[in-house]
């Protein structure tokens, strides 16, 4: 239980500071003008020396990625680590991610794309669930009624 109240409590946090970035990013645009590239910059270069407080979890995870086997393609076995091939196609498709997420903050409001964004995890998640096979339980089942009332809400009112 103790979990779930962390989980839902970080979750709930990350929910608000991402709206408060949103807002953030609304006033930079009307005072400086959408730049998409430069915000995107800034937020994640800004962010670098939070990963000093993650080090330690880092350098254990830069370990296992480097005894992971080696990427085996048919019969090829290619010059990579199986860790190292997957990080990297994570990077190339984050950056495309959240690339088009700037694209679209300089093209309409903080709200629409946070719902956006919103209907993306979710799906995601609703993905997850038919691909893995794991269980969807009452909680996902009211999470699933909110997601798409306040989407009904949005798309009637705006």
């Not at 730049?35 to 080090?55: I, K, Q, T």
């Not at 199986?82 to 990297?88: C, G, S, V």
């Not at 979710?122 to 009332?149: A, D, E, R, Y």
Request: some cysteine; overall charge positive.
């Amino acid at each position: 239980m103790g979990f779930l109240i962390r989980g839902v409590t970080l979750l709930t946090v990350a929910l608000f500071l991402s709206a408060y970035l949103g807002i953030l990013q609304e006033d930079i645009y009307a005072k400086y003008g959408r730049r998409n590239d430069e915000a995107m910059f800034f937020v994640h270069f800004l962010s670098l020396p939070a990963f000093a407080f993650l080090a330690r979890g880092l350098e254990e995870s830069i370990g296992r990625a480097n005894l992971s086997p080696y990427l085996k393609i048919t019969e090829n076995i290619l010059p990579i680590r199986e860790a190292w091939a997957a990080i990297l196609l994570i990077c190339i498709l984050q950056y495309i991610c959240v690339n088009n997420v700037y694209r679209l903050t300089a093209v309409t409001s903080s709200l629409s794309v946070t719902m956006v964004i919103s209907l993306r995890k979710f799906l995601s998640l609703f993905i997850s669930f038919i691909v893995f096979g794991n269980p969807f339980n009452v909680f996902h089942i009211c999470g699933t009624v909110f997601v798409f009332i306040g989407s009904m809400i949005y798309s009637r009112v705006f």
